[in-house]
Every structure is written in structure tokens, then in C-alpha cells.
């Protein structure tokens, strides 16, 4: 069934158009997260720089995920550590911690900086907590380790660590903002108007759909390939989760509104096989087993007002596949970000416009299309 989220029914007020003539200095495709601070930072550069959205703002993965700020990588810091070496690791977080800075200072009401909670599921999760635990202490980034949990958890989880300055993020609204924001400073923002990469007038082209990256650029099928994610939110429940939770490697996730809503997401290890799609509808198979993890969090009797589903793009090693497209002159891509793409997707937008500009940041090297070749 497909659906849409339950951030993308928040009323809004119209975003203005304010089009400029000719053609762009750059094009960006893609409203969400990645192409709006993309297309943000270079207007307040000057630069004549045009938006093309085939739907909304925030219509696709940034207004339909589960609304988690977290810094890092998608995989475990200790894992980043190995994965990428301990410096670029640092860095790489630097560098989010940065972008979460950022994000504070522009998203307002639609961003809570109350931390994130990590749970262990089993002894084993628990050991891999202690490792990010101790590595991230060790390289000087702020974390708790949690031995108490209240009830329900204290019954399903073996402890946790905390990410203090973590958030949770009202997606659509922030990246609605954004979206302003970029107007304002004298972006071109064009909703509900589909693009071709091949047949834009423009100097640069920015590709920035994540999850609808293999659509957009076919050479990159197999570095992208889009992942759906499933969602639900009840109605308001006695509150009992004040930040953003995950656990079981992001297979659980969920977190508390403010009115007591609980919006809860993942179980896609329960069918791998339908969940590497681009097919943006919710499968009964999930939904239910989002149902059993909401009655083992808050009890039998929640009632569910919305489900819904997006499409985010995973790489083969899970890092964000941003630069210049190979083949392809004066071509940027910007996403691949594994589930994890409100805060690396707001940084990494900021990080190819700056390149665009002629300030290329050694970040970039992390993300190059061609490290898998």
C-alpha cells in the first residue's frame, strides 16, 4: 500500500518562487536533505544555482524517514575506525558533529538535540557497544555508557550507550526550511518539475536522489542500490522514550514525539528479500512486525494512524558515494548514505557546492565514486 509520511501531511506554508532567467551556473536534482544545503550554500555564495524537484520538497527519503539526527557513519564508529583508518574515522565524525552544530542553528523548532540511545539486543551487541563505547572515549568524542534501563527496556535490551548530542529531527519541516532558506538567499527552487541529467542548461549538474540514484545515473546501479524503509506512528501513548532508540544494528528504531505520538521503524531483516526495492509501498510482513515491536514497547492496544514506506540508496561499504561522476563532464552525485542520511546528507550537500566553489575539502576523498574501482 503506498502511503505517504506522516512528517509530509504537516501543513506548511507554500514555498516561494522566486525563478531567474536563463540558464544556471548549477542545476541541482533532488529536494531533499543533499540537493537543498547543496543548493543553499551555493547561493549564498552568488552562484546562480536552480532546484528541480519531481514531487515536494522533502518528498522522498528526507520526508519519510524515522526523523533520527546522529552523528557518525552508518556503521559503528569502532567499525568506521577499522573500515577507513582512525584519522579519516575522526574526521568523519568532525565533521558530522559539525553539520549537527549546523543543523541546530537552522532547523529551529524541527530539530530536539536530546541525545540518542544505542541498545544491545544480546551479549554479543552489548560487547560491540562497549568497542564503540571505548574507541570513541578514547579519541576524545562524548558518549555514556548505560547499565540501568527503565522498564519495558530493561526486559528486551542488555544495556546501551548514549550519544548526548544526538537528535530527533521532524524531517519534512527541517528540510521545508532549508528549502527557504535557499530561496531566500536566491535559489531557483522548482517543485513538482522533473529533470534530465543530459539535458539541463547548466555548467554543473548535481545529482542528489539517493535512493533513486540507480534511476538517475545507471552507471552507478551497482554502487547505489535503493533499500526501502518501512515507518508507522500511533497515536499519542503515555510518554516513555524521551530521544531517539535503535538497536539490533538499526533493524529497531524508533522515538517518541513530544504529544506522545511513537514513530517507529525498520524490521526489514524479517524480509531481506522484498526490501531492496525502489517501490515506495508499505508489505504487510513488516508492518506487522512493527506492530509486535510497538506491543512490546508500550503494551497491547496502541492504535496505529499511519504507515508508510521510503527509498534510501546503500553502497556496497556503506559510506555516502559523493563526487564527480566518472564519464560524465561537470557532473556531481551525492548520496548512497546506507540509511543514514539526515545529518551526512546535509554535509555532504555543503561539501560539493564547496567543491563546486573551489574549496575542496579532504572529506571528499572518504566519498569518491571511484574508490571501488
Known sequence: MTTTSYWLDEPSEPLPLRPFAGPAEVAVIGGGVTGCSCALTLAEHGVKVRLYEARQIAGGASGRNGGFALRGAAVPYDVACTQLGDEPARAYMALTERALDRMAELAGDALRRVGSLRLAFDDDELAALRTEHDALLEDGFAVEWVDELEPPLAELYRGAILHPHDGALVPARWVRRLARLAVDAGADVREHEPADVGRLDADVVVVAVDGLTASVLPELAHLSVPTRGQVLVTAPLPERYPRPHYARGGYDYWQQLPDGRLVIGGQRDVSF?????????????????????????????????????????????????????????????????????????????????????????????????????
Not at 539526515?342 to 567543491?355: I, S, T
Open 273 to 373: 528479500a522484498t526490501e531492496d526495492t525502489d517501490v515506495e509501498e508499505t508489505t504487510e510482513v513488516v508492518q506487522g512486525s512493527l506492530d509486535a515491536l510497538v506491543e512490546r514497547l508500550m503494551g497491547p492496544g496502541a492504535n496505529v494512524e499511519q504507515r508508510w514506506a521510503g527509498i534510501w540508496g546503500t553502497t556496497p561499504d556503506l559510506m555516502p558515494l559523493v563526487g564527480p561522476v566518472p564519464g560524465r563532464e561537470n557532473v556531481w552525485v551525492a548520496g548512497g548514505y546506507s540509511g543514514h542520511g539526515n545529518v551526512p546528507g546535509f554535509a555532504c550537500g555543503d561539501l560539493v557546492a564547496r567543491a563546486i566553489l573551489g574549496e575542496r575539502a579532504p572529506e571528499l576523498a572518504l566519498f569518491d565514486v571511484g574508490r571501488f574501482d
